[in-house]
Nanobody, 122 residues
Framework: QLVESGGGLVQPGGSLRLSCAAS????????ISWFRQAPGKEREGVAR????????NYADSVKGRFTISKDNAENKVNLQMNNLKAEDTGVYYC?????????????????WGQGTQVTVSA
């Protein structure tokens, strides 16, 4: 299972750090992605990290503001979100990919967390 944490209410320009914890497998062996779903919108990919070499990819909307990383000691994948904007509001999910260097399609992922709510508002 995957469990997200760290969401909350933050003002525009603020920061949050989300964590994705795994309980029954080692996250470092898999590519992990973060997705988000805003109210009334489809779920979209935000960031992903490769299993093989730890390379990362980001959606254009978050480049330069979000950073995905693995904490192998804690068996977690973190998403550091800085300079948050109102349009970053949504439920954030982490997901485990079947294969390394996945895209953003749902079928490429076999485990999903329940999500954590991020609200950016003044």
């Amino acid at each position: 299972q995957l469990v997200e944490s760290g969401g909350g209410l933050v003002q525009p320009g603020g920061s949050l750090r989300l964590s994705c914890a795994a309980s029954k497998f080692t996250l470092d062996y898999y590519a992990i992605s973060w997705f988000r779903q805003a109210p009334g919108k489809e779920r979209e990919g935000v960031a992903r990290i490769s299993a093989y070499d730890g390379s990362t990819n980001y959606a254009d909307s978050v480049k330069g503001r979000f950073t995905i990383s693995k904490d192998n000691a804690e068996n977690k994948v973190n998403l550091q979100m800085n300079n948050l904007k109102a349009e970053d509001t949504g439920v954030y999910y982490c997901a485990r990919a079947y294969a390394d260097r996945p895209g953003w399609e749902n079928y490429e992922y076999d485990y999903w967390g329940q999500g954590t709510q991020v609200t950016v508002s003044a």
